[in-house]
């Protein structure tokens, strides 16, 4: 009795397996969608990019390869729980005992090493393919850096410095503009990844590391750390804005130009009589601060903490007030301003677009 609740569990076991496996698969093209997403994707199964259609379709061979395993094994499985079941009877006769096959042996230890080796040659070929690729002329290119808990963006070519939102061109079949990121790390391990443009690149201290994407439609692609960086890991996400050709360079010229000479003056003594100017540079001002996001465009950008809230006068206020509320544990200080400095910063802030 005690046997066939034994064989009963290990049944129950694999089914169970099976159906979590099951429910990943189902799952894995359905993410729920993040703040102001165009379209609610970060499946790396809808890529619209290269790099990222090669891994998925690298990541199409080993699921069915494993699939295909599975389906054998697990096949096998039942069979031998349903085949070879307590029967009535049984307890009387010993079952015969069986001593090895050379030929069944020799079969799952070559197959398994002949599939592995596959899987090596066609992972290994798919990752020389995507790090040998060379910037062409034309390329866009951008360092990104990652801070707890925030990506700073900087072209230098350009001499263009943002936050949170990489801007980058489409590229067509007439002007291949593909870019290029060289990932750095200001304190922790992060990690950069957008599913649908390229495969999750570690981003390290004291290490550079590279990669590239060449988006085709343009639109706004979504993306988070991918590396656990301490408490607000979760609300660092990344947004790749896609440009149709030539609306990239009006963002460049718009990013370009300094900060214009302020209509909120009050706004702007409060801000230059705070500490606000010891960690963000305001392009144009003596506000150079390197710690926290350069401020010079803060109104282009479509969210504020990476992403943690869109950027609206209620949320900007909200944060200016109390950054601790919106995203604890952020390096920005409540700094303990009034309510009117609170609107006084708020509405020189706003007039950085
Ligand atoms: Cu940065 Cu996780």
Redesign the pocket.
């Known amino acids: 009795m005690r046997l066939r609740l034994y064989r009963h569990h290990k049944f129950l076991r694999a089914l169970l397996l099976f159906a979590f496996a099951l429910t990943c698969v189902v799952f894995a093209g359905h993410v729920e969608p993040v703040l102001g997403n165009t379209d609610g994707v970060t499946s790396i199964f809808r890529p619209l990019s290269q790099p990222a259609q090669e891994i998925k379709e690298l990541s199409l061979l080993v699921l069915a390869i494993c699939g295909a395993i599975f389906v054998v094994v697990a096949g096998l499985l039942v069979y031998a729980i349903i085949r070879f079941r307590h029967r009535a009877g049984d307890e009387a006769s010993e079952p015969p005992q069986i001593y090895g096959s050379n030929q069944i042996e020799t079969a799952w230890t070559v197959l398994p090493i002949l599939i592995v080796f596959v899987l090596i040659l066609v992972t290994s070929r798919t990752i020389a393919d995507i790090q040998n690729r060379k910037a062409a002329p034309g390329a866009v290119h951008a360092t990104v850096v ?1 801070h ?2 925030w990506w700073e963006i900087r072209y230098p070519e350009l001499g263009i410095v943002t936050a949170n939102e990489l801007h980058v061109p489409a590229s067509d079949n007439s002007r291949r503009q593909p870019t290029f990121l060289k990932l750095q790390s200001a304190d922790v391990a ?2 950069f990844w957008v599913p649908q443009l390229a495969g999750k690149t570690d981003v390290i201290p004291g290490r550079e590391n590279a990669m590239w994407f060449e988006p085709t439609q343009p639109g706004t692609y979504l993306g988070n ?6 408490m607000q ?1 979760a609300r ?1 996400l990344i947004r790749v804005i896609v440009h149709p050709p030539g609306e990239f360079e009006r963002w460049v010229a718009e990013q370009k130009r300094a900060a214009a000479e302020p209509s909120a003056p009050e706004g702007r003594r409060v801000f230059f009589a705070n500490s606000c100017v010891n960690c963000h540079t305001i392009r144009g001002t003596s506000a150079q601060g390197a710690f926290g996001p350069d401020l010079t465009h803060l109104m282009s950008r479509e969210t504020l903490a990476s992403g943690a809230t869109p950027n609206t006068v209620e949320t900007l206020r909200a944060w200016v007030r109390d950054p601790q509320k919106l995203k604890v544990g952020c390096l920005m200080p409540n700094m303990q301003m009034s309510d009117v400095e609170v609107d006084q910063i708020v509405s020189y802030l706003q007039t950085l677009k």
């Open positions: 990652g707890q808990w992060h990690s750390c991918a590396e656990y960086c301490g890991h660092m």
